[in-house]
């Protein structure tokens, strides 16, 4: 057999050959590689960074009342904004909701996972059933809880009825309107963190189950100790994104309640929607959406920088 002896020198034609051939490859690859990219960075490109820098060059301008550029007003509107007490109503207003969704959606999601990912009799049909919010679109969902919160024949009021307690304002009471739109929410919700923690508790190790319960570990003990440490992450992951939802929230706000009574649902999303496109006002619009993605933006990092530290990766 005709062997090659590797340490004899490559001659200077050949190597240059070879290092041409290997370039033309990572092109090629790369090339393809982009070619696949090229329908998600245009979907990105059209719907993503465009609005964002459109966003971005109104929000120093004033417009009319058609939208045009009218003039350069640099950082007025950015001033306006941060001088105006509606604004931080509305922040007010956002943060109240945030708290009032998010720990409950996780925390609710979180225990009908762990109450049905093993050993429950007829699991499948609870999962399924858990699950089915997931399916509904913001705008189906905040229909069949209008009816629902409606005061006269709305079935939360009936039930209280039956109970002997008053009717409850829902929707047009002050202190219960956001309230309501926190809890059609976190039902909305519910569906795709009891997915994403369901999958999460699903992939811990059955032999971790095992090596708790010859230590003679009880199951609060097991869940607490060893189960919610190797699901953290994905706890973070719904964190993370449950938190950009509450700031995004405008759907069910827009159905229920129209941002009141008494502007005690208007979110941010709500106002700056009122401000573009019912006041004309697009460039203080674009304004507020700006500060709306810094805040989500330095809220996120928060997360990152202080929460991240508590998530057990392996």
């Known amino acids: 057999m005709n062997t090659v002896d590797e340490s004899l020198p490559i001659p200077v034609g050949n190597a240059r050959g070879i290092r041409t ?8 690859e790369a090339g393809v590689g982009y070619l696949f990219l090229l329908p998600s960075l245009a979907g990105f490109g059209i719907f993503l960074f465009y609005p964002f820098f459109q966003s971005l060059y109104l929000s120093v301008h004033s417009t009319n009342l058609r939208g045009k550029i009218a003039e350069y007003v640099g950082f007025e509107n950015y001033r306006e904004l941060l001088t105006s007490e509606k604004f ?7 943060a109240q909701f945030a708290l009032l969704t998010i720990p409950t959606t996780i ?10 990912h093993r050993g429950l009799k007829g699991k499948r049909v609870y999962q399924f059933i858990f699950s089915l919010p997931m399916a509904l679109s913001v705008g189906t969902a905040s229909v069949i809880w209008a009816l629902l919160f409606h005061p006269t024949a709305g079935m939360l009021n009936y039930w209280l009825g039956l109970l002997g307690q008053a009717p409850v304002a829902w929707l047009s009471d002050p202190s219960w309107a956001l309230i309501s739109v926190s809890l059609m ?9 009891y997915i994403v923690l369901l999958s999460g508790l699903q992939s811990v190790p059955e032999d971790m189950y095992d090596s708790a319960k010859i230590d003679g570990a009880d199951p609060m003990r097991t869940f607490f100790r060893i189960v919610l440490p190797l699901v953290s992450p ?4 719904v964190g993370v994104v449950s938190l950009i939802g509450a700031f995004q929230s405008f759907g069910q706000i827009q159905i229920l309640t129209k941002g009141g009574p008494m502007d005690t649902t208007n979110v941010m999303v709500y106002s700056l929607y009122q401000e573009a496109f019912v006041n004309f006002r697009f460039g203080s619009g674009s304004a507020q959406a700006i500060l709306l993605f810094v805040i989500v933006l330095f809220f996120t990092f928060v997360q990152f920088g202080v929460l991240e530290r508590k998530v057990h990766y392996s």
């Not at 931080?88 to 956002?94: A, D, R």
């Not at 925390?107 to 049905?116: D, H, I, K, M, V």
């Not at 929410?185 to 963190?193: D, H, R």
Request: charged content about 5%; glycine content about 6%; aromatic content about 18%.
């Open 107 to 116: 925390a609710a999601a979180l225990l009908l996972a762990a109450l049905t």
């Open 88 to 94: 931080y109503h509305s922040l007010g207003v956002t």
């Open 21 to 28: 051939a290997s370039w033309w490859n990572r092109v090629r």
């Open 185 to 193: 929410t976190v039902w909305m919700n519910l569906g795709f963190a």
């Open 234 to 237: 994905t706890l973070f992951f």
